[in-house]
């Protein structure tokens, strides 16, 4: 095949069909308290329901595909904004100011006690506000404050300094910090005299390592940290390393911050997202209040993405006579109706007083992690969370059955303390706002805390799951005794969203604000299912906006009265396994096929689909990390040594009667009435909706239904797509097992491709590129060629060219099935990949030297000893050196190399 790479036209879309209209279903009929503060809750649900416990299909999740992960990430403004407002349309709700106030900054503890506190701090609001009015007060440091020229008083019914007249936006940061610091002395001062220091000080106790073996280290700490209100309009906050690939351009005009010094007039020397409790936006003025917006959201996204121990932020917008105040979770925002602060001035004191006198756990910190809210950015201190046992119900809606609320058995195991490792994340989410914000770390299990002891090292798992799927630790219940899937150690439900949105009355909310407009609207018939575009592409290598691999987008309502509510689900996996690009040779690659071809079948075979095969679900044995790993990889195979599969978060449970599951056939789909889906996608960042030309509409409507696509859009079988595009014929495809199985294709291609990037051919480069394009039909486009043209596939060269018999055969059975009009048979696909395993094996056998060894940057020797041992060095290409990682050179290992066609050094005779 003769292609011209450099032709723009290299990899044309289809044309495509238009959609038909989604269809509706019936009204809820289970019962469950649909109360939200959403403005449109009292409307009829739409909730698709086929099994006859009651609950939604797991087919009917409102999930879109996402796009593979670039090399580097940004936080640049021109990066995040277009997909921020894309993410916030239809998710801020606006609702009446004392309503907020009940429902958020007044979470925890008994209604009586939380009304006991609401008065006492709106009698402490009233007389801060007659201080200011007066201009006096009888306590030294309050009285020295009011003679600040800087700092507002009240005066002939408003705020002195802060009013119409003020002509510049920079005029206002210092009367606004003044006055904030001054109400939190005046609560700090009357709380001291009314003995209730606790509510200010004794929470924020200063952090103290709960491994005694540390330096230092004491089991209780005196010292207590300060929460005090700076100006950093001129500051740029700092991120952690792990997250920014370039400078970011976000800082705050004041925030609510978390220092360690003696008082608020030391100013830190640097301001991180890490120690910011509140963040604050000043604007001349709200008539541009569409940016305002855009720009809390940012704030909230970048203290979500820095705390992973807080479970929702709040935020403050301000004008010389206007605020707002925010509350940002996984499933949306609230925000209050707009307060005039000259005309309520005791509400406004009240408000900022409560921001800076809540505990860590009623700003959102989770009190599971050790010295939660409290451990500042320049902290070095052991991280420990303590788990629970739930018991697993098969649904983690808010009104369980009766059985599902059964006390857990006597013999439950005691709360398990685990050592996470906070430096290494094994995964963390890069996404917006609303969505699951799932984390994976490492943790050793403490055996003794005292002696600081540890046991087995586990690996933990938090997400915010939609409360009514299946629940992912029922999948693993049902999946125990699948070999490929991951072994549940405990599962834990920690919190759920609806606990703070129920407090929300619907008389209480008021509508919708908008993101993409100049000036805000209330929207009382908006339908929140409608989207806005995300960003264009930008090339990876370029530098991109935030990604979300774990994006399981959801607007705050599905609909007219769908309630969208999330759990947040804790998981202790019992080891961890390798990622697929840390593969040692082709035939441990080849051998992981079969074993996740199996799983899969194991899988249909409980009625389960797993839905979200990917590059980054699909995992390797583990190894010992040293010499028998190499030996292993290269064709001694133990059957100790497993693959697995991870993340069944958007599995889905096969429909049929009752409530007995049954696979789908293993040729065949599980073929079910439904409606067109909707055309939503996500781009590598954020949500387009497509054209007919395949290009991106950034204020078309989008359309939704019941049977979405799941997946990553590089590794979504062809079929597919092509019902995300809306083609004729594919109305009624639903994912089975067959799709999955085609997933594992897609993530072997992909593979191969992104290993090569030394030796990558032209074609290859192309073929890369467009398979990591969020256009729908770029994507659709390519696969279309790749699995129909063998001259694509044939082309594959690099160090894990042995995949590529393989690939062939697997597209040409596709073909042979797509002729014959039959879906792939999994099993022929099977007994596929067992042959091509075994051949190579015995050709390594035959000839070692004939299949390379990979060893991957992880593994690499550091010494000329175990260089020597190992007789095997890595290739030149210094970019698969993994992040956070350091190339070791030739010169210090010691070892000459040795160099082939594809860039890797192998010795004629590995020793084993």
Not at 685 to 693: K, L, N, P, S, T
């Amino acid at each position: 095949m003769n292609v011209n790479i450099s032709d723009p036209g290299r990899f044309q879309p289809l044309p495509r069909s238009q959609p038909s209209p989604p269809a509706s279903s019936g009204p809820r009929t289970d019962g469950t308290d649909l109360r939200r503060s959403a403005m449109l809750a009292a409307a009829t649900p739409r909730r698709s329901r086929s099994v006859a416990s009651g609950h939604p299909t797991t087919g009917g999740t409102p999930v879109v595909p996402r796009t593979r992960q670039g090399s580097r990430s940004s936080e640049l403004k021109s990066s995040l904004d277009p997909q921020i407002k894309s993410e916030i349309e239809g998710n801020v709700v606006e609702v009446k100011p004392d309503a907020f106030v009940h429902a958020f900054l007044y979470p925890s503890s008994p209604l009586a006690e939380r009304d006991i506190v609401r008065e006492r701090d709106l009698r402490l609001a009233t007389a801060c506000f007659d201080a200011l009015k007066e201009g006096k007060s009888t306590d030294k440091e309050l009285m020295s404050m009011l003679e600040d020229p800087d700092c507002p008083q009240y005066w002939e019914d408003a705020f002195t300094l802060l009013d119409f007249n003020v002509e510049k936006e920079e005029n206002l940061y210092t009367p606004f910090q003044k006055l904030f610091t001054f109400i939190n002395a005046f609560y700090r001062v009357s709380l001291a005299e009314e003995q209730e220091p606790f509510d200010v000080d004794a929470a924020w106790r200063a952090p103290v390592d709960p491994n005694p073996r540390k330096a230092g280290n004491t089991r209780s700490s005196s010292k207590l940290l300060r929460r005090d209100f700076f100006n950093t309009h001129n500051a740029r906050l700092k991120f952690s390393p792990r997250f920014v690939g370039e400078t970011a351009d976000l800082g705050p005009d004041l925030v609510l911050l978390l220092h360690h010094n003696k008082d608020s007039s030391t100013k830190p020397a640097s301001f991180h997202w890490k120690d910011v409790k509140v963040s604050m936006e000043v604007k001349i003025d709200f008539s541009s209040e569409g940016a305002k917006i855009t720009q809390m959201a940012r704030y909230a996204r970048a203290m979500l993405m820095e705390q992973f121990d807080r479970k929702f932020v709040l935020t403050v917008s301000l004008s010389a006579t206007q605020c707002r105040l925010f509350h940002w979770d996984s499933v949306g925002c609230h925000a209050t109706e707009i307060i005039n602060i000259h005309e309520t001035p005791i509400l406004f004191i009240q408000c900022i007083a409560r921001l800076a006198i809540m505990t860590p756990a009623e700003l959102g910190y989770d009190e599971h992690f050790s010295n939660a809210g409290r451990v500042l950015s320049h902290h070095q201190l052991t991280t420990t969370l303590t788990v629970h046992q739930s018991k697993i119900r098969k649904y983690t809606e808010r009104t369980p059955s009766p059985e599902e609320t059964e006390s857990l058995p006597s013999d439950t195991p005691a709360p398990m303390l685990l050592e996470l490792d906070t430096k290494r994340f094994l995964f963390e989410s890069r996404g917006m706002l609303f969505h699951r914000h799932t984390r994976v770390w490492k943790g050793k299990v403490v055996l003794d805390a005292k002696e600081w002891k540890t046991g087995q090292t586990h690996v933990v798992k938090q997400n915010w799951a939609e409360d009514t799927r299946p629940c992912e630790g029922y999948f693993y219940q049902l999946t125990d005794g699948i070999p490929t899937i991951p072994s549940l150690v405990r599962m834990e439900e920690c919190d759920r969203t609806w606990a703070y949105h129920t407090r929300i009355a619907n008389e209480d909310v008021i509508g919708y604000l908008k993101a993409t407009e100049k000036k805000s609207e209330r929207q009382p018939g908006k339908d929140a299912s409608v989207q806005q575009a995300a960003d264009p592409f930008i090339e990876p290598s370029l530098g991109r906006g935030a990604n979300n691999r774990d994006r399981s987008r959801t607007p705050l309502y599905e609909g007219p009265g769908e309630s969208i509510e999330r759990v947040l689900l804790r998981f202790v996996f019992e080891e961890e396994y390798r990622p697929l690009s840390e593969a040692l040779s082709s035939i441990e690659v080849l051998n992981a096929t079969v074993q996740w071809i199996q799983g899969l079948i194991a899988l249909d075979g409980l009625g389960i689909v797993h839905r979200d095969i990917s590059y980054s679900n699909l995992m390797l044995p583990t190894t010992d990390q040293g010499y028998d790993s190499f030996r292993w990889s290269s064709g001694e195979l133990g059957d100790s040594k497993m693959a697995k599969i991870i993340d069944l978060g958007l599995a889905h449970l096969t429909e049929v009667q009752g409530d007995e599951l049954a696979p789908s056939s293993l040729c065949a789909p599980s073929i079910v009435p439904g409606t067109s889906i909707g055309l939503q996608k996500s781009g590598l960042d954020g949500v387009a909706e497509i054209r007919q030309d395949g290009s991106s509409t950034p204020d078309a409507p989008t359309p939704r239904a019941h049977h979405h696509i799941t997946g990553t859009l590089p590794f979504i079988a062809l079929s597919l797509i092509r019902k995300l595009q809306g083609l004729p014929n594919t109305r009624f495809i639903e994912h089975a097992l067959h799709h999955d199985v085609e997933s594992v294709f897609w993530v072997l291609v992909y593979f191969c491709h992104d290993r090569a990037k030394t030796v990558a051919t032209k074609l290859m480069t192309a073929t890369l590129r467009a398979l990591n394009n969020p256009n729908i039909d770029q994507v659709a486009s390519v696969k279309a060629e790749i699995i129909s043209d063998t001259d694509i596939l044939s082309n594959i060269s690099g160090p894990f060219e042995e995949l590529r018999d393989f690939l062939q055969d697997y597209a040409d059975h596709h073909q042979t099935c797509k002729r014959k009009k039959k879906t792939i048979d999994a099993t022929k696909v099977l007994e596929m990949a067992i042959e091509h395993r075994d051949k190579l094996i015995k050709r390594w056998r035959e000839n070692p030297a004939s299949v390379p060894v990979y060893e991957p940057p992880c593994l690499r020797p550091t010494t000329p000893v175990d260089s020597a041992k190992r007789k095997i060095s890595a290739p030149e290409d210094s970019s698969d050196v993994g992040e956070g990682e350091e190339e070791s050179s030739e010169e210090e290992a010691g070892t000459p190399r040795k160099k082939t066609k594809h860039g890797i050094s192998v010795t004629s005779q590995m020793e084993f």
